[in-house]
Structures are given as structure tokens and as C-alpha cells.
T-cell receptor, first 114, second 116 residues
Framework: AQKVTQAQTEISVVEKEDVTLDCVYETRDTTYYLFWYKQPPSGELVFLIR??????QNEISGRYSWNFQKSTSSFNFTITASQVVDSAVYFCASMDTGRRALTFGSGTRLQVQP | DVKVTQSSRYLVKRTGEKVFLECVQDMDHENMFWYRQDPGLGLRLIYF???????EKGDIPEGYSVSREKKERFSLILESASTNQTSMYLC???????????????FGPGTRLLVL
């Protein structure tokens, strides 16, 4: 069984601060896939990124960056120069390659104050 | 763009009622999923389906059933609603490519169900 842990329940920052959301995963699979989703107040989950277990390259997309480290089973997400529009709940998830279903962490609520 | 729609954003039902939550996707995806979201628990898988007429139990199927008569539509059924089924229900779909790294799930807006 897979498990995803997001230890930070809620984070509050002031606009323009950098913020890192932590994600730790557990899996027995040698090949696995990790995801980040954003859930704004409207409720719909928005896909942000997918990372394959065999690709440990970090990724940057604008103000967003992801740090994948197999040695610590972590897949952390950093927002640089946060903005009020970044306020949302962020979910980390892993894919069960058998069922093709996602196992989610409990989510981190990010509040960016102006 | 992938479009996943859910029939209702908000729903209020009485204990014991039979409840239908509908999900429709327009991208010809084979895989469809139902999750429920509760505070502090994230999203948990209820049922999923890889094809028409096919269904598989997820991690918390008790009290639920599903129906997939057409490829684009996946219905979640609460046979006799109970107060502990008050929750946010999210539907998702993904293509079946045979390669897990290409099967990103896309979510609908969710249905917030209140059972009184």
C-alpha cells in the first residue's frame, strides 16, 4: 500500500515570501509516479506536475519548483515570491500503478496575505 | 481541454434517501474514478472503472455503488444515505494508454453533499 504524508496542515505567509510545501511518500513499488494538485476555493483540483520515479531531475516552472529526492522519499514543492492567487489547498499524491488510482496526502492549506 | 462535469455543486438529502451523483467527461477517457474528500483525510478512493460496465472497489466502498453504462458517464450511488456520508465528492477521469506515466487524472468541480 502507498502512503503520502503532508505534515504541514496550514501555512500562512506574506506576499512575496518564498514557501515550501513538504511531501513524504512510502511505496514498495520500484516504479512509481508522484503528483501535485492545487485546489483553489472553487473546489476543482488542478493538476500541477507529475514526476516519474526514474527521473530525479528537479523541475522549475515559473515561480514553481519541485525537489524530488528518492534518498529521503520526498517530493517538495516551492513557490517563489508567493502571490495572493497562490492561496489554496495543495495536495501531493502517488499513483498506484496497478489500479491507476491516486493516493493523496491530507493536503496543506496555504494562505498568502497581501 | 479536458472537461469533467458533475451534475450538482451542492446537494442536501435526508437520511435513508437514495442519492445519485453524476459525472460526465468529454475526452473519451477509459478510466474514471470517484473520491471523497474530508478535512484532514485528503481524498480517498471509493470506486473506479476502466471501461463500460466495469467497476472495481476502491479503499472505502461501503455504502456506495456505481454504474457505468456509457463510456463518458460514471454515476455514484448512495443506496441509503447516512449522515457520515456528508462530504465533498470528486470525480476524475484519465486515458488508458498502457503507460502509467501518461495517465494523468483530471478532476471535476466536486459535489458537496449534506445528509440531514
Amino acid at each position: 500500500a502507498q502512503k503520502v504524508t503532508q505534515a504541514q496542515t496550514e501555512i500562512s505567509v506574506v506576499e512575496k515570501e518564498d514557501v515550501t510545501l513538504d511531501c513524504v511518500y512510502e511505496t514498495r513499488d520500484t516504479t512509481y509516479y508522484l503528483f501535485w494538485y492545487k485546489q483553489p476555493p472553487s473546489g476543482e483540483l488542478v493538476f500541477l506536475i507529475r514526476r516519474n520515479s526514474f527521473d530525479e531531475q528537479n523541475e522549475i516552472s515559473g515561480r514553481y519548483s519541485w525537489n524530488f529526492q528518492k534518498s529521503t522519499s520526498s517530493f517538495n514543492f516551492t513557490i517563489t515570491a508567493s502571490q495572493v492567487v497562490d492561496s489554496a489547498v495543495y495536495f501531493c499524491a502517488s499513483m498506484d500503478t496497478g489500479r491507476r488510482a491516486l493516493t493523496f496526502g491530507s493536503g496543506t492549506r496555504l494562505q498568502v496575505q497581501p | 481541454d479536458v472537461k469533467v462535469t458533475q451534475s450538482s455543486r451542492y446537494l442536501v438529502k435526508r437520511t435513508g434517501e437514495k442519492v445519485f451523483l453524476e459525472c460526465v467527461q468529454d475526452m473519451d477517457h477509459e478510466n474514471m474514478f470517484w473520491y471523497r474528500q474530508d478535512p484532514g483525510l485528503g481524498l480517498r478512493l471509493i470506486y473506479f472503472s476502466y471501461d463500460v460496465k466495469m467497476k472495481e472497489k476502491g479503499d472505502i466502498p461501503e455504502g456506495y455503488s456505481v454504474s457505468r453504462e456509457k463510456k463518458e458517464r460514471f454515476s455514484l450511488i448512495l443506496e441509503s444515505a447516512s449522515t457520515n456520508q456528508t462530504s465533498m465528492y470528486l470525480c476524475a477521469s484519465s486515458p488508458h494508454t498502457g503507460l502509467a506515466n501518461q495517465e494523468t487524472q483530471y478532476f471535476g468541480p466536486g459535489t458537496r453533499l449534506l445528509v440531514l
